[in-house]
């Protein structure tokens, strides 16, 4: 059963760093794209990053572009996310998500992070 | 940058009747266009994938159609495991965007 795992939220200051992982059980995980989506208290769902299945391509949203940064290792069927700069707005409950088919067809439960001094 | 528009906002009705919900793209998507649906304290659940594609295991009695900037996702006969958050999703291959809508409520009348 394929299955994701989020770890690596917590409170942080404004300025700070902070990396996320997602450890992926179940699937081939070196074949598959993967993302991060953020949802901030009470929001909605917001896009942060994808990564190609081999690592070779990265994107991000606009307002993450510069601060977040997206890695994968694929021998430890790990997925990455490292925060820096981080605002109070960054606060968020973070997914990592699989990339089937042109959607995203399995989520983890997702870390939370929360930005404030 | 495509922004997707949902409506209504919130939707009330009852167990058993047919739900119709929006999703409307600023310009055209194709039928790049996915469907999730969120329970209070769970991750999204993929419903509908290339705007009309139902999922691995999601029910009948959703159904997806649309192409271009207008969508809609049909429940055609509500079950009360069905109210929820419901949000679309747009892929654009360049820029890579994969933006999603403001969501729609689906509440219990």
């Known amino acids: 059963q394929a299955q994701l795992v989020e770890s690596g939220g917590g409170v942080v200051q404004p300025g700070r760093s902070l990396r996320l992982s997602c450890a992926a059980s179940?699937?081939?995980?070196?074949?598959?794209?993967m993302h991060w989506v953020r949802q901030a208290p009470g929001k909605g769902l917001e896009w942060v990053a994808f990564?190609?299945?081999?690592?070779?391509?990265?994107q991000y949203a606009d307002s993450m572009k510069g601060r977040f940064s997206i890695s994968r290792d694929n021998s430890k069927k790990t997925l990455f996310l490292h925060m820096s700069s981080l605002k109070p707005e960054d606060t968020a409950l973070y997914y990592c998500?699989?990339?089937?088919?042109?959607?995203?067809?399995?989520w983890g439960r997702g870390t939370m992070v929360t930005v404030s001094s | 940058e495509i922004v997707l528009t949902q409506s209504p906002v919130t939707l009330s009705l009852s167990p058993g009747e047919r739900a119709t919900l929006s999703c409307r793209a600023s310009?055209?998507?194709?039928?790049?266009l996915a469907w999730y649906q969120q329970k209070p304290g769970q991750a999204p659940r993929l419903l509908i994938y290339?705007?009309?594609t139902r999922a691995t295991g999601i029910p009948a009695r959703f159904s997806g159609s649309g192409s271009g900037t207008e969508f809609t996702l049909i429940i055609s006969s509500l079950e009360p495991e069905d109210f929820a958050v419901y949000y679309c999703?747009?892929?654009?291959?360049?820029?890579?965007?994969?933006?999603f809508g403001q969501g729609t409520k689906l509440e219990i009348k």
């Open positions: 179940g699937f081939s995980f070196s074949l598959y794209a």
């Open positions: 999703q747009q892929r654009t291959n360049w820029p890579p965007d994969y933006t």
């Open positions: 310009q055209s998507v194709s039928s790049n």
């Open positions: 990564i190609s299945y081999d690592g070779s391509n990265k």
């Open positions: 290339d705007a009309s």
């Open positions: 998500a699989r990339m089937e088919r042109r959607a995203f067809d399995i």
